[in-house]
């Protein structure tokens, strides 16, 4: 349960600051800025691991730009697939 918790946290989290760089207006609820910003955020992390930039001291900013990356791409792909603008 706690998973899931944290998981929801930080996919709405990433989500939110991936719509925020991203340009113009994306039409895209909440629930679906929070499964993207989630996926991105496992994409990112698995970069991360595959980078070898995963297990830093303090706070993990290339961990952090890399799901925001991905979150962006997740939602441009999201929004590519249903047709909306």
């Known amino acids: 349960m706690d998973a899931l918790i944290t998981m929801v946290i930080t996919g709405a989290i990433i989500g939110v600051i991936a719509r925020f760089f991203m340009r113009g207006r994306q039409n895209i609820s909440i ?3 929070i499964v993207c910003g989630a996926i991105g955020a496992a994409i990112g ?3 991360a691991v595959q ?6 001291a303090g706070i993990d900013w290339m961990r ?4 925001v990356f991905a979150a962006m ?3 441009s792909l999201y929004l590519g697939m249903t047709g909306r603008k």
Do not use: E, F, M
């Not at 980078?51 to 830093?56: H, K, N, P, Q």
């Open 73 to 75: 791409l997740t939602i």
């Open 51 to 56: 980078l070898g930039v995963a297990a830093t």
């Open 31 to 33: 629930l679906w800025t």
């Open 64 to 67: 952090w730009i890399l799901s």
């Open 45 to 47: 992390n698995w970069a």
